[in-house]
């Protein structure tokens, strides 16, 4: 597969190019756009949403609750449980959005850090790559017409 932004090949669908460091969304398996986004980045950012409105509406219902029934003779103790309730809700769901946030910045800087530019410092650090030290290996179809052939010329010594 080619990555759409800068044309490199052999990238894996549904993974960030290895040259530029895009995201490579998988064409051939798509029946619709999943909920959320194709991206990680858009996943993330759903989840935010989601869990900031969440967030916002379980701490609107606890306050609601306790504004409306707290010191009247009406209330029951199951309000005041489901106000608590709420309110360990809106928590739970502040939390999360909180790691979301830093789970995007994550992101965000791992994007960063893939840039090109500074894939080509890298390699400039590095040096260029010594290969002669490799071992010049023949490939399997090699070894075995090598092998049989041996066996033939055997066989045609014998003969004469």
Request: net charge positive; hydrophobic share 40%; glycine share 8%.
């Amino acid at each position: 597969m080619f990555c759409p932004t800068c044309g490199a090949d052999s990238q894996n669908p549904k993974a960030y190019c290895r040259r530029c460091g895009e995201w490579i969304p998988d064409i051939r398996g798509r029946a619709g756009i999943a909920f959320g986004g194709e991206t990680p980045q858009q996943n993330v950012f759903t989840g935010l949403f989601i869990n900031a409105l969440s967030a916002f509406a379980a701490l609107f219902s606890a306050i609601a609750l306790y504004v409306t029934y707290l010191g009247t003779g009406e209330a029951k103790w199951s309000i005041y449980v489901a106000a608590a309730s709420c309110l360990c809700i809106a928590g739970w769901q502040a939390s999360s959005f909180i790691v979301g946030l830093k789970l995007r910045q994550r992101l965000k800087r791992m994007g960063e850090d893939s840039a090109p530019e500074l894939d080509s410092k890298r390699r400039s650090a590095l040096g260029e790559p010594d290969v002669d030290s490799f071992v010049s290996v023949s490939s399997i179809t090699e070894n075995t017409t090598e092998f049989l052939k041996q066996p033939a010329a055997q066989k045609r010594d014998t003969q004469r």
